[in-house]
Nanobody, 123 residues
Framework: QVQLVESGGGLVQAGGSLRLSCAAS????????MGWFRQAPGKEREFVAA???????RSAVSVRGRFTISRENAKNTVYLQMNSLKPEDTAIYYC?????????????????WGQGTQVTVSS
């Protein structure tokens, strides 16, 4: 069982930056694909970005050019650098992992989830 713990959320003004971190409890997570998803109030969860163990990644069109996903396998940690934040980026951000090491967009493909971290962007 892999536990994922997110950190780095908070309140920021539009145009600002935040970096989210997600630490996995087991060394084996270094061979899993890791993803970030978000859910805003009253909306469905949506894919943000994902990265496989080799560093291959994909991201949602809405964040492309602003958000960057990366990972440090030695630390079992994945990051989401968020720049040029907009009020519409406000959501709870969740980290997820899948054993297949594939950068799925569909959250149902992921095996483990963190508790989430709140990101609020003020206008």
């Amino acid at each position: 069982q892999v536990q994922l713990v997110e950190s780095g959320g908070g309140l920021v003004q539009a145009g600002g930056s935040l970096r989210l971190s997600c630490a996995a409890s087991l060394r084996t997570a270094s061979v899993y694909a890791m993803g970030w998803f978000r859910q805003a109030p009253g909306k469905e969860r949506e894919f943000v970005a994902a990265i496989n163990s080799g560093g291959g990644s994909r991201s949602a069109v809405s964040v492309r050019g602003r958000f960057t996903i990366s990972r440090e396998n030695a630390k079992n940690t994945v990051y989401l650098q968020m720049n040029s934040l907009k009020p519409e980026d406000t959501a709870i951000y969740y980290c997820a992992a899948n054993r297949n090491d594939l950068v799925w967009i569909d959250g149902h493909r992921y095996d483990y989830w963190g508790q989430g971290t709140q990101v609020t962007v003020s206008s």
